[in-house]
């Protein structure tokens, strides 16, 4: 503890003077006067000092090992390196807007004037939103045009929204830490950006490249982070799933980046079910369900937990593969109901009675879905099959596939009198 | 290095032997060995061959890569460039800040181009429409003829004064 105390001693001796010499020159200006968090950190510094440290140690602030060890028995692991804590300990604790940094202060002065002009042009827009909106339509010039006005101008509001708060340090800070609040159209942005930088990507080469694109739905363009979870071990698109694991319904992650609240249909559909008899593949339904509420801030969905009276069509049927069929794709989609509408529970569970070759083309067509999210997984023939197979009845469970020996051609054969 | 002889050298193109740059005679025979015996010796991805990689065929490697290698830990490069967090949001705020401003000083010189280009077209349209001679002025004045060979007058190359002294120089003159 001595040793790290007095190696950041001198770096804190200099760190302070520029402090106290710096600090009455700032003028003291929060960005957001809305918000309350420099408050609360007050409020817990005065509680904190009542208390002697050693009664309760801070986990930021603690370097001596007795304490921590104390904080360890309670499980509270301390925070950064003791050096850093050390550091800390004697460190006036400025807010980042106010450090003293010429250039850093000036910098925001600009940040913030634009900031000011964005919130100026924010209630200019949505006064004139409000004023179209009152506007009788014979005089906006018909339905259409006000209607197209309208949501050009709720578009450019939207794109303010985020202009105003894009060039904030604390907001990009607050992101990377993950502590972003979904449901303000920044931060959804933000995460909307950083999917489609690469996770998104992934996805949709892995869905085209393994063609559940034209296969399974004609098109999808994801507008939706999925992720898939079996026994809360993340799945990549794509990735071989073990019988075993997926003898339990999966749980989602679906991340709507958004605002509001949409009613989706989660659809998951294996389309390589090997039919001997015409020497093909067939389509079967391996869970549906309809009416499910996902928002920007509501994203898990666990498959399992749905309502089996309102919401399951058709509940989990684990996908297994007979010996020797080729690898089984199972493609999970999230398809957007218009209008974000409840579809009618009881007439689509009398509809959608049989798995098999229930296609998804037939179900977007028969209920107007749109696909909006997918998920891909696939499915083979491994140790742990049989066993699944037989727990859930599967009609010839003991057979293995073959191909059928192909007669080489006429032309092709080995002919010894001319094969030398 | 010694040429193979003709005999040993129709030898090794029956044989299809590749001729190496050494070839003595005890590597080529380990090397037919080798790669008689182990016919597909599974290879990580290099760029090496597999006949530089040996120890006595004196390959020193890469040139390109012992060069980069070279000036990259040089003692004279500069260490990379590595900011803490919140330095780094320090530098992030001020980039950010010094592209706006940019961004707000290039719109306010596009817009006063345009200012200037369309006052001056509402000028040509006063002039046009409202100086009562038909046109006959706009049009005159629109005419180009000459406007890149007689160019402005030569006096205006130099800055116009009230004219040059009688007297070069006063030498009269003293501070007060």
Not at chain 1, 16 to 33: D, N, V
Not at chain 1, 313 to 333: E, N, T
Request: aromatic share 8%.
């Amino acid at each position: 503890m001595a040793h790290c105390e007095r190696a950041s001693k001198p770096l804190l001796q200099c760190l302070q003077k520029t402090y106290t010499k710096a600090l009455p020159g700032l003028q003291l200006q929060s960005t957001r006067a809305f918000q309350s968090t420099a408050l609360a950190r007050e409020e817990a510094q005065a509680e904190a000092k009542s208390v002697p440290f050693h009664k309760a140690p801070d986990p930021a602030l603690v370097t001596s090992p007795q304490l921590e060890r104390r904080l360890l028995r309670q499980g509270i692991a301390p925070i950064g390196s003791r050096r850093r804590r050390a550091a800390l300990q004697n460190a006036s604790n400025i807010p980042f807007e106010q450090l003293p940094y010429q250039c850093f202060q000036e910098a925001r002065k600009v940040l913030v004037a634009d900031r000011e002009e964005k919130l100026r042009d924010i209630t200019a827009m949505s006064e004139k939103i409000a004023r179209l909106q009152a506007v009788p339509t014979e005089e906006a010039g018909g339905e259409q045009v006000k209607k197209s006005k309208l949501r050009a101008m709720e578009l450019h509001l939207e794109h303010l929204k985020i202009l105003a708060d894009i060039n904030d340090p604390l907001v990009k800070k607050k992101f990377e830490d993950g502590q972003g609040d979904l449901s303000k159209p920044i931060y959804r942005y933000l995460a909307d950006r950083k999917w489609r930088e690469y996770r998104r990507k992934i996805l949709v080469q892995r869905i085209t490249q393994m063609k559940v694109i034209p296969d399974v739905l004609p098109h999808c363009d994801p507008t939706v982070d999925t992720k898939l979870y079996f026994n809360r071990n993340q799945i990549q698109p794509g990735e071989f799933v073990n019988a075993q694991v997926s003898t339990t319904a999966p749980k989602l992650d679906v991340q709507l980046f958004e605002g509001g609240e949409k009613l989706v249909t989660i659809a998951v559909v294996d389309s390589d079910v090997p039919n001997v008899e015409k020497d093909g593949f067939d389509f079967k339904m391996h869970y549906l369900a309809v009416n499910v509420p996902i928002s920007a801030t509501a994203t898990k969905v666990d498959l399992s937990q749905l309502s089996t009276d309102s919401q399951v069509v058709l509940p989990w049927l684990p996908p297994v593969a007979q010996k020797g069929s080729p690898y089984h794709r199972l493609s999970l989609f999230i398809l957007e109901q218009k209008d974000s509408k409840p579809l009618d529970f009881a007439a689509v569970k009398a509809k959608e009675t049989e798995r098999d070759n229930l296609l998804p083309r037939t179900l977007q067509a028969r209920y107007h879905l749109k696909a909006i999210g997918a998920h891909l997984f696939r499915s083979q023939w491994d140790e742990t099959t049989y066993e699944v197979m037989k727990q859930i009845g599967f009609p010839e469970a003991d057979m293995e596939l073959r191909r059928k020996r192909v007669e080489p051609l006429p032309y092709k054969r080995r002919n010894p009198s001319t094969f030398r | 290095m010694r040429p193979l002889s003709p005999v040993l050298a129709s030898l090794a193109n029956v044989f299809r032997i590749p001729i190496t740059r050494a070839p003595v005679r005890p590597t080529l025979t380990n090397e037919i060995l080798s790669s008689t015996s182990t016919p597909t010796s599974p290879r990580s991805f290099s760029t090496t061959s597999a006949l530089s990689k040996r120890k006595e065929s004196g390959y020193r490697g890469d040139r390109r890569i012992l060069l980069i290698r070279y000036f990259l830990h040089h003692p004279l490069t500069p260490r990379p460039l590595r900011f803490s967090r919140t330095r780094f949001l320090r530098h992030w705020t001020i980039h950010r800040a010094w592209n706006l401003y940019q961004a707000n000083q290039r719109r306010a010189h596009e817009l006063e181009l345009q200012r200037q280009w369309q006052s001056m077209q509402a000028a040509c349209e006063e002039l046009r429409t409202g100086a009562g001679d038909g046109g006959k002025l706009f049009r005159k004045s629109m005419i180009k003829t000459g406007v890149f060979r007689d160019l402005v007058p030569i006096e205006y190359a130099r800055l116009q004064t009230e004219g040059p002294a009688r007297e070069g120089w006063n030498f009269e003159w003293k501070r007060d």
